[in-house]
């Protein structure tokens, strides 16, 4: 079974600009989490979504929003991107909402300059 | 609210030796605690998870951990380290909410 996969790997971007980043769950997974990962932040939290609706939601600015497909595929978005965005986005995914394995995928490096 | 406390974020040993790296978490009802690595440049992967069950949980790759309530602890441990086991181990946490609150990562060194 293949296992998450995110797209693009690796993103370069200029502040201000927009971006949209990709993820496709475990077949047959329903729940998508998203976490954004900094040297200086470590791993923090951003939403989690589960049939087609947002179920959580971390501390970040309304630039960051997401959305889920009816085939569980997700994607993120961040407007008018800073330098502080630059970060590795990691994708999860799990059988349903509430279950509690999660299963990562490699993650898009976003840079911002 | 529930946090978790990774001591240590840098740990060496050398090759052949006992691994220990420490997670301490706080949750105000039963948690679920899970371990990962992560390797450069690559997502994080599931190394053990404790969900009620055993208190001594044993994962991939050689290694277990276990769960002690009285001392709200999770430490991972290796018996021998390898080489290969040298990257970024991160505990997490994932009661109530569901959300999993990770801990700050602790990078392993194995020297030769």
Redesign the interface.
Known sequence: KAG?TQTPRYLIKTRGQQVTLSCSPISGHRSV?W?QQTPGQ??Q?LF?YFSETQ??K?NFPGRFSGRQFSNSRSEMNVSTLELGDSALY?C?SSLA??A????????T?LTVT | AQSVTQLGSHVSVSEGALVLLRCNYSSSVPPYLFWYVQYPNQGLQLLLKYTSAATLVKGINGFEAEFKKSETSFHLTKPSAHMSDAAEYFCAVSSGTYKYIFGTGTRLKVLA
Do not use: I, T
């Open positions: 998450v989490s976490y470590g791993l939290f989690e179920r959580n971390g990691l999860a909402e509430g509690r394995e999660q299963y990562f995928g490699p993650g490096r």
